[in-house]
């Protein structure tokens, strides 16, 4: 069984930055697929970034080049540096994981999930 904990969601203004934190537990997070995902205020939750097993990383192309995924093996944790925040970029972000190699976007492929934190910018 794997266990998700994100943290270090926040207020921040347009322009600034925040890095979430997902801890995992039950398995290394290296033999699973990880991502993150976001979900709006009336909105569906959508994919925003992810990485394989092996290191390959995917980006939504709303986030691209503003946004870095990165893991710490010692600490069994993924993050998300996430700059130029916007507006727009306000969601509870999730982080999850599925035990398989190749990627998807898709919120069905995965099977555990982080609680989610709470992400707000402010314009």
């Known amino acids: 069984q794997v266990q998700l904990v994100e943290s270090g969601g926040g207020l921040v203004q347009a322009g600034g930055s925040l890095r979430l934190s997902c801890a995992a537990s039950?398995?290394?997070?290296?033999?699973?697929?990880m991502a993150w995902f976001r979900q709006g205020p009336g909105k569906e939750r959508e994919f925003v970034v992810g990485?394989?097993?092996?290191?390959?990383?995917y980006y939504a192309d709303s986030v691209k080049g503003r946004f870095t995924i990165s893991g710490d093996n010692a600490k069994n944790t993924v993050y998300l540096q996430m700059n130029s925040l916007k507006p727009e970029d306000t969601a509870v972000y999730y982080c999850?994981?599925?035990?398989?190699?190749?990627?998807?976007?898709?919120?069905?492929?995965?099977?555990?999930w982080g609680q989610g934190t709470q992400v707000t910018v402010s314009s």
């Open positions: 990485i394989r097993s092996g290191g390959t990383t």
């Open positions: 039950g398995r290394s997070f290296r033999s699973l697929r």
């Open positions: 999850a994981a599925a035990a398989y190699y190749a990627m998807s976007y898709a919120v069905g492929d995965y099977d555990y």
